[in-house]
Structure formats: C-alpha cells, structure tokens
C-alpha cells in the first residue's frame, strides 16, 4: 500500500574533517552504512554521498545525508550540504579541529544552515578529561560569530554508544525548533543522483523544496528543457503517493533517459521557473582566505548540488578583500537554475579553496551592469535589504501563524510602515487574516503559502480520517492538532478561519469535510434494525453494552452513541433515548408525587431487573438529577 506523507520527511547533514567518524556516526545512530561504493568501504572514506534515515522519538523521521571531509571530495560535500534543515558537524575528540574542520564551518556557515549539533566523536579513545574539555574551548573558539555559535556539544562514541541517545534527544529538540518548509506549489529538486532500475526506468535522488511532488505529476528537467512524469515517489525505500517539501525524494521518471539527467539539473514544475546565464548577487568572503575576490575571475560556483564555472563581474570596486562583502555579477557559459535568496558557494579552481559566498539578489536581470553606477550599486542594495514588503511577508513566512505582536520584534520597521505594509499584504492576498481582534497587534496571521499549505494537510487529514473511521462524525480536535503541531492559539485561528469559509465543519470535540456525511451499506444498516429492533422488544431489559458490540461492531456503537439513538448509563448498560426519557420523566413525576423513590419500586414499574434499575438510578445521580438519601432518590432541583 503507497502512502502519502504531509509532514516533511526532515533532512539533516554530517560536515568535518576526513576520518573524524561522520559515515561511523551515522551508522551508530541509523544501523545504515552510507558509504554504498565498494571503493569508500574498502578505504573506509567517503568519496561520494550517502544516505541513511531513522525514525528518533516522537516519530520524527529523518534522513541523514553523509558527506565526504576529504578535501579532494569538497565538491561532492557542497552537494550534499544544499537543502537541509540541520547539520551534525562532527569533530574527533582525539583530534580537534582540522583545517576541513574549518572549510566546512565556513561553508555551513556561508549557507546559513539554520540549526546544527557539534558531535564530539571518538570519546573512548581519549582518557584525559582535561583534554576534551580543551577541545571544547577551541570548538567554541572557532564556532564564535558562525551560525553553530551556540550549538550543543554532544560527547559520543559510534564504537561504545556513549552519548548515542544524547545525541538523538538533542536532535529531537533542534528539528521540533524548525517549522516545515512552506509549500509554494512550485517544487523543484536539484539532482544529486540519477541511475537506472531493471523495470523501473530513470530514478533521480535529491531533497525537494518549495512544493509538493505527486505521483502523476508532468515535470521538466532544467536546463535541458525534457518533459517527463513522475512515475513512482519513494522516501526512505517505501513508497508514497506524494512527498511534501523539505524531504529527501527518490523521483522514478517515465519519458526520459538516465544519461540526459546528471547531477545539478533540477526537476521542477512546468512553467514555474526559468533558466539563466547571468544573475546579481551579493558576496561575502571569507575573512581567512588566501586571495580578493577579483573582477573577471573564474570561480567554482555551488548552487543546490550543481557546480559550474562562473566569471566573476565586481560591481562597484575592482576586488571584494577577505571580510568584506559586496556586489557582483555571475556570468555563466550554460544556463542554470535559481530564485532569489538562493545561497551558493565559490571556490577558486586552482589550488583548490572555498573563497567565499552568498545569496541571489536577481536571477534575471535586465542586462550586464556597469560597474562603477551609482544608480545599480544603490538598486542592488535595496535588493540586498528587501523592499518592506518583501521583509514583512519573509518575517510573517518565517513565523508561521503568528501576531503582529511578534512581527515587530523580527522587522526592523517602525510600526506605521509595519501596519501599511500588513495592509498591502493582505489586500493583495499576501498574507491572510486567520482571526482578528479588536486590537490590530494581537491580530492573528500568516502568509498564504503557509495557510494554503495547512488547510490542504487539514483536509488530507480529515479525508484519511473519514476513510479509516466512516461511522464517526468527524475527527477529534486534539487528534488533529496534534497531526499539525500547532500551539493551542494557533490552531484555533486556523480552524475557525477554515469553518468561516466553510472548508471544514465541526463543533466542540470533533471535526470533518462539509460534504462528509455518515452513511450505513445494506450489511451495516441490517445490523442497525435488527439492534434496534431487540432495544424495542425489551426496552426497559436491553442487551448489555458487550453484546451489542459483538453484534454490530465497536464503530457502529460509538455512533449510536454520539447521535443519541442510545443512552449510555453504566459501562454494560445502554437505553434507547425515548426510553431513557420515559424512565426519567417517570422518576421525576413519581419523586414529586411521593416525596422519594426506591430502586424496588423502580424496577417494579418498568419490569425489570435490579441491575438495570440501579444503573439507571446510579445515573441520575451522577448527572445530578437526582440524589441519594440512604436507600432513597430525592431530586436535587437541578
């Protein structure tokens, strides 16, 4: 059976230096080896990528993808590395930190991975405490001003599994912090692998951003312009219908071959991204590299897992000098894929060094720049900064649901152009109001590629539920809040926007598609009469609770139950509501007509037993409609 995953499938990274544990780390946590070639387990390094998944607690499901520290396989490393909600960086304790140690963090770090845990390996073969807690100082040391700044340090051995579940329970932590990619119904997925099954055709690897991938889907790989569809979607060597962004994605192709795919072609959605040869970008470098940043240079530039030669256009001055930051223009001899505030790296060719990177300003601009401008120099830096209304709808994307409360703390926007802003973001529908308040900073919101994304799991989930469970009226609201990991407040935003415009019903305790409504076969609906028909026969001595399950089954009674045909008054005893209200009104009538009621002459009117007497009477009470006076019932005037 296929399945389908609204959940993003998370993807974390290993980066550090050769030998310091990375492949071992992963199978200590995962029981997968990643290094797949015989070549990298025969010299027990990683030369390509690999890949591993595990399930940590909470049932979050992760895959890992294992990265090479050898400096010769820098390059497959930056392939890896694109797309990954979190990193491990991995540091042998016998060790320290190396100079790969270093160029990955610079790398990581030059990404703007958003979360990371420093692993600390080879534990058991220290036995000095004061020389790890060295270690530890210079971690911190070379972390300072980087995005692991204040990364945990998790001391662990892959050989003892010391610090194994330490390590887990951390992770846990970090990816509950990450919220889910958006889903901008436009995914794209750059090619890290591409090969071919026996039976099967074309299969492409890669992690999927920015939309989801169904089964069926027409698709276009870039920059070759190849029309295909998606044949089979798999996540961790099981099958799915359709895989959610921010998951790493196993895509079996009909209509093309393997040897028109390679890695760095992106995957994508018909029409929904353009090809380039020449984009705007702002450039850091590295404050400890060997060389400037030059105007014409050729560089190595990394984007997603693609690496292609780039000619380097400084705009502005005729270098960018280690610590500085700056604007240029990327020239490429063969188009490329990529959207604003894409990051990348570059390296210089020969000898090989990461000497910088940076994010995308403009994929498509208008023409090659003068250098020396005011007027692209002062564009470029509006770019750089945004226009507030692309800060304000990064800060509302970036938040999920939030309030305008917390908006303010995250834009750096007085509060007037924060309110006119808002209110062009959501007449143009950028952003949505999920529920107002009579105070517009406590207003809740969000952007429209989070609510669209939401309310589609929303009804993903409630159309599972209806499947599993169709003789219940709906799914219960907890069980839902839970599927989507939203705080009380939120939640309650979300659904009471989605019942205003009708794309869901509910009340208190449950909830359901409008068009759902609960209907019985002919098997079903014979067992309903012939129950209802044994209720009538003896209404007063009903088949206990037990036998009605045996006879209809534990779904239909619930809903017997929750639409009141049937009464529950005891754990075994049940009564057909008109009868239920017989008996009450009877006890109502008879108490204030006598003062008292006894369970003999209870069971006496109705002809019953004492044990269908007394779970009724016992009911009364506990709902507070009568009260027990020693062997008597009074009403209580409730």
């Not at 049932?59 to 990193?87: C, K, Q, S, T, Y």
Request: aromatic letters at 6%.
């Amino acid at each position: 059976m296929k399945e389908t995953r609204e959940d993003s499938l998370r993807v974390i990274g290993t980066a550090g230096h050769v030998d310091h544990g990375k492949s071992t780390l992963v199978k200590a946590l995962t029981g997968i080896n990643p290094d797949r070639l015989r070549e990298e387990q025969e010299r027990e390094m990683t030369i390509e990528l690999g890949f591993a998944w595990m399930v940590l607690p909470g049932n979050i499901e992760v895959g890992i993808v294992d990265v090479p520290g050898h400096r010769d396989f820098i390059d497959n490393m930056l392939a890896g590395v694109g797309g990954i909600d979190a990193v491990i960086f991995v540091i042998a304790a016998d060790e320290g930190v190396m100079p790969q140690t270093r160029e990955h963090l610079a790398i990581i770090n030059l990404l703007q991975i958003p979360k990371g845990i420093i692993a600390l390996t080879k534990c058991d073969m220290v036995d000095d405490p004061a020389w790890l807690e060295l270690v530890e100082e210079d971690i911190r040391k070379t972390t300072h001003g980087t995005v692991l700044e204040s990364a945990a340090i998790i001391r662990v051995s892959a050989k003892t599994r010391e610090g194994i579940e330490d390590l887990q329970s951390e992770l846990v932590h970090l990816l509950q912090e990450i919220p889910q990619r958006p889903d901008f119904q436009r995914p794209r997925l750059s090619i890290d692998r591409a090969f071919s099954l026996t039976g099967f055709g074309t299969v492409v690897t890669g992690t999927l951003l920015d939309g989801t991938l169904h089964i069926g889907d027409e698709i276009v790989i870039l920059p070759q312009e190849l029309k295909a569809r998606v044949r089979g979607l798999q996540a961790h060597k099981r099958k799915m219908e359709s895989i959610p962004p921010g998951s790493r994605a196993a895509v079996n192709l009909t209509g093309i071959d393997m040897d028109q795919v390679g890695r760095g072609d992106v995957l994508a959605a018909p029409e929904k991204y353009q090809v380039t040869s020449r984009m705007d970008a702002q450039v850091s470098v590295l404050v400890d590299a060997t060389s400037s940043l030059k105007h014409d240079q050729e560089m190595k530039f990394y984007i997603g897992a693609k690496e292609t030669p780039t000619r380097i256009r400084v705009l502005g001055k005729d270098e960018i000098k280690p610590g500085e930051t700056g604007w240029v223009q990327l020239e490429f001899n063969k188009p490329i894929v990529a959207v604003r505030g894409d990051r990348f790296i570059l390296r210089r060719p020969s000898p090989g060094e990461t000497i910088g990177g940076g994010f995308i300003l403009d994929p498509h601009p208008n023409q090659r720049h003068k250098r020396f401008q005011q007027e692209v120099l002062e564009k470029l830096a509006i770019q750089a900064q945004g226009s507030p209304e692309d800060l304000l709808h990064q800060a509302v994307l970036k938040n999920g649901i939030t309030d305008v409360g917390k908006l303010k703390a995250g834009v750096k926007l007085d509060d007037e152009t924060i309110q006119s802003t808002l209110t062009r973001l959501i007449e143009n529908q950028r952003v949505i109001i999920l529920m107002d308040t009579e105070k517009p900073s406590d207003r809740i919101l969000a952007a429209n590629e989070v609510v669209q994304s939401l309310m589609k799991q929303v009804q993903q989930e409630l159309q599972q539920y209806h499947q599993i469970y169709s003789l219940r009226q709906g799914m219960p609201r907890e069980a839902l809040k839970s599927k989507l990991k939203l705080a009380q407040r939120e939640f309650f935003a979300l659904i009471s926007y989605m019942m205003r415009k009708n794309i869901i019903k509910g009340e208190t305790t449950w909830l359901a598609l409008p068009e759902f409504r609960i209907t019985l076969n002919s098997v079903q609906q014979q067992a309903f009469e012939k129950l209802l028909k044994q209720f009538a026969s003896a209404p007063y001595d009903p088949p206990g609770v037990k036998e009605c399950m045996q006879q209809v089954g534990g779904e239909m009674l619930n809903l017997l139950l929750e639409n009141g045909t049937l009464i529950k008054v005891s754990e075994d005893v049940a009564f057909r509501a008109d009868h239920y209200k017989a008996m009450r009104d009877w006890v109502e009538r008879t108490i204030q007509n006598e003062g008292s009621l006894t369970v003999a002459s209870f069971r006496d009117h109705f002809q019953t037993s004492r044990k269908y007497a007394l779970a009724m009477l016992e009911h009364l009470d506990s709902i507070g409609f009568t009260q027990r006076v020693g062997d008597v019932r009074r009403l209580t005037g409730k």
